[in-house]
């Protein structure tokens, strides 16, 4: 789009045109969508925060200066709007064991990200192959994916947002401090400090067996081999797919089970307590599919 195309959309907008306002926003609307899944972790409220921000962004836009980009002052909306939404007190609190006639195991923990949720693949096209600049560090395929977006949740809010804008989204420091009304300072601060929270966390789980690349044959066969576990209710075929050291979590209630033994034996209970899951799952390839009853997302 020319910057004089721009400019007419941005002066119809101005006027109440809602198409003008659309076709100028919806370049940049499942982008943005992605950032704000991995600012929240949860598909539902990215797609609040999604719209909260094109709310804002409608009735300011008559403050919009032109000094930043359109998609840089999108972007500054949207992470206010998480960043809201993170320090919310009533955000997403964790839900009691509700499964009638099913007594779970003891939980190897209680986790404390039990708003959780896998991004659908189906959305994704389109979302994560906006050229980016070379101060991106994470492939986008890799920014995606439910390991990496459970490992931001632990951040403290204004770290994940610099992180995701710096290594993520390859914004400069500069435009990163104009977003949040810092300093250049203070966000290189901030980033510092985020990576080596990252840093720490990779090295717990080092040596693991590292997961198949995206979109690889050997992804597609444990897909498939998941799948057809999952449709045909088959437990012992996929505890056997498990690695030995999986995690299942059942956000939003805040159990954790660690092992293949453990997962194993609440897998059974809730199977055991419940009709068989709905043929046609939600499917993720990061996660797996899930269906609308407590269900394992196992990772490992």
């Known amino acids: 789009m020319t910057r004089v195309a721009t400019a007419d ?14 076709e100028l926003t919806e370049p940049y609307r499942r982008e943005l969508q992605v950032h704000c899944y991995r600012m929240l972790g949860s598909f539902q409220d990215a797609e609040d925060a999604l719209q909260d921000t094109m709310l804002g962004a409608w009735q300011s836009l008559g ?5 930043a980009s359109l998609r840089t002052w999108l972007y500054r909306i949207a992470t206010h709007r998480c960043l809201d939404a993170r320090r919310s007190a009533s955000r997403r609190p964790a839900r009691e064991w509700d499964v009638p006639g099913v007594d779970p195991p003891e939980p190897t923990r209680l986790g404390e990200i039990v708003w959780l949720q896998p ?20 492939e986008q395929n890799e ?26 989204l ?33 090295r717990a789980g080092a040596g693991h067996e590292p997961a198949p690349v995206p979109g690889s044959p050997s992804e597609d066969a444990i897909v498939a081999k998941f ?6 209710a088959d437990l012992d075929a996929l505890v056997a797919l498990l690695t030995d050291d999986v995690v299942s979590s059942m956000p939003p209630m805040p159990f954790e089970y660690q092992g ?25 390839r990061r996660s797996g599919p899930t269906c609308a009853r407590p269900a394992a997302s196992a990772t490992g």
């Open 227 to 232: 799948v057809s576990a999952w449709e045909s």
């Open 9 to 22: 959309l941005i002066a119809r907008a101005r006027a109440g045109d809602d198409d003008a306002f659309r």
């Open 143 to 168: 920014a995606i994916s439910l390991a990496f977006v459970t490992a931001l949740q632990v951040l403290p809010p204004r770290q994940l947002a610099v992180l995701i804008l710096r290594d993520v």
């Open 260 to 284: 293949r033994d453990v997962v194993a034996r609440a897998s059974s209970a809730r199977a055991a307590g419940s009709t068989s899951c709905p043929r046609g799952p939600t499917a993720s």
């Open 119 to 138: 991004f659908p693949d189906a959305l994704l096209e389109g979302a994560i192959s906006a050229p980016l600049s070379p101060e991106a560090r994470y």
């Open 63 to 67: 403050g919009f200066e032109g000094r």
């Open 170 to 202: 390859g914004f400069h420091a500069s435009e990163v401090a104009g977003m949040l009304d810092s300093t250049v300072e203070s966000v290189n601060s901030a980033l510092k400090r985020a990576r080596a929270s990252l840093q720490r966390r990779q």
